[in-house]
Structure formats: structure tokens, C-alpha cells
T-cell receptor, first 108, second 123 residues
Framework: EIVLTQSPGTLSLSPGERATLSCGAS???????LAWYQHKPGQAPRLLIY???SRATGIPDRFSGTGSGTDFTLTISRLEPEDFAVYYC?????????FGQGTKVEIK | QVQLQQSGPGLVKPSQTLSVTCAIS??????????WNWIRQSPSRGLEWLGR?????????DYALSVKSRITINPDTSKNQFSLQLKSVTPEDTAVYYC?????????????WGQGTLITVSS
């Protein structure tokens, strides 16, 4: 199965700053079938990015995704207060679909 | 707007069967272009996809190898819902269980999720 490794584990930033989150895959994710989710406590995870770089419906353009193969990045250009959460990457190229362990973006 | 509403007991005894249901609104469990998934999250295992069911002229089910011998996912077309059953549970099955949809005939992300159900396995 494809193992996804996210870094860093925790990102401490202030509102207005730029956040850069990384997701590395143990083998190439073909078709760039990689998604990013935002997860807040007590809520359902929210799809942000799919196919590595396409924003899901209703997602603000401060969220962007790049990458292909084994290296992927989620960037939040200017953090808003509601962006502090845990972010997960997920591949849907090869079953079983797998997730990274998450990056927590916390307020500095 | 698709909504997934989960229901299930919060506590299950070891060796018993865990059951969680996901009621669908805004889509159909029999849709020819959606799949209905179960995913769980625990501190030790993180987010783990468990399996899915979908209808493409007949019903299909795919299960993760880690739970394949213990899991059943069934659609209920009369109630427009689907269910997860996990038998012979142990404390390691303690987790928040989520249902989720993926849409499309090719590889797709999970675009709608249920609110999650915390299941604790304990005597």
C-alpha cells in the first residue's frame, strides 16, 4: 500500500502568515490522485483539494495544491482564524486508499 | 446538498459486533456514479479506510485487507442508507467511525462525510 508521510507534524503560525504543508508518498501516485482535507474537532473532514491541485467547490483561493509523483504540497497563502486545524493528505490512486498522519496548524 | 447522518451505539463489548448506519440525503445509495465508504480514525492508526459498497448494475463491495475477515458493508435501498458491521471487536477497534461518499466512475476523493461516531470497545 502507498504510505503517505506529512511534514511537519505541527506548524505554529500567526494569522496572515503563509503555511506550507508537505506530503510525501512511498511510491508514485499516478494521475496525481491526491487530495487534501481540513479537519476540525467534532466536525467531519472537509475536502479542500483533489487531483493534487484542483480546489473543491466553495474552497477559497488562498488554498492551493501542487505536486506530482511522490511529492505534494498544500499552501495556505494567508492564514485566516478559521484555518487553524489539522490537515490530511490522501491518495486515491491505489487501493487501499490511504491517508497521511496529519499536520496540525496552530496559532503561534 | 448531500448529507450523511450516522447512528450507532457508543459502547461495544469485546468479541461482539460493532454496527453503525449512515443515512443518505441528497443522493441515492443505488447511484450508478457514487460509492459509499467507511473510514475510521484512532490515535494509534490515524485515518484508515475500511471498505465501500457501490452499485454498477449490481452491488459491489471492497474491503481493506486489515479487516476483510471481520467486516460487512451493506446497502439498504428501502431506507437509502448503508451500514458497517465489524465482528469480533477488540479494544484496538476503538475509534471514530466515519461514512463518506466518493463520486464518479474513476478515482475520486471523499467529497462528503458523516459527522463521525465514537465507538468504544470495552467491557
Amino acid at each position: 500500500e502507498i504510505v503517505l508521510t506529512q511534514s511537519p507534524g505541527t506548524l505554529s503560525l500567526s494569522p496572515g502568515e503563509r503555511a506550507t504543508l508537505s506530503c510525501g508518498a512511498s511510491q508514485s501516485v499516478s494521475g496525481s490522485y491526491l487530495a487534501w482535507y481540513q479537519h476540525k474537532p467534532g466536525q467531519a473532514p472537509r475536502l479542500l483539494i483533489y487531483d493534487a491541485s484542483s480546489r473543491a467547490t466553495g474552497i477559497p483561493d488562498r488554498f492551493s495544491g501542487t505536486g506530482s509523483g511522490t511529492d505534494f504540497t498544500l499552501t495556505i497563502s494567508r492564514l485566516e482564524p478559521e484555518d487553524f486545524a489539522v490537515y490530511y493528505c490522501q491518495q486515491y490512486d491505489s487501493s487501499p486508499w490511504t491517508f497521511g498522519q496529519g499536520t496540525k496548524v496552530e496559532i503561534k | 446538498q448531500v448529507q450523511l447522518q450516522q447512528s450507532g451505539p457508543g459502547l461495544v463489548k469485546p468479541s461482539q459486533t460493532l454496527s453503525v448506519t449512515c443515512a443518505i440525503s441528497g443522493d441515492s445509495v443505488s447511484s450508478n456514479s457514487a460509492a459509499w465508504n467507511w473510514i475510521r480514525q484512532s490515535p494509534s492508526r490515524g485515518l484508515e479506510w475500511l471498505g465501500r459498497t457501490y452499485y454498477r448494475s449490481k452491488w459491489y463491495r471492497d474491503y481493506a485487507l486489515s479487516v476483510k475477515s471481520r467486516i460487512t458493508i451493506n446497502p439498504d435501498t428501502s431506507k437509502n442508507q448503508f451500514s458497517l458491521q465489524l465482528k469480533s471487536v477488540t479494544p484496538e477497534d476503538t475509534a471514530v467511525y466515519y461514512c463518506a461518499r466518493d463520486q464518479g466512475l474513476g478515482p475520486q476523493p471523499f467529497d462528503y462525510w458523516g459527522q463521525g461516531t465514537l465507538i468504544t470497545v470495552s467491557s
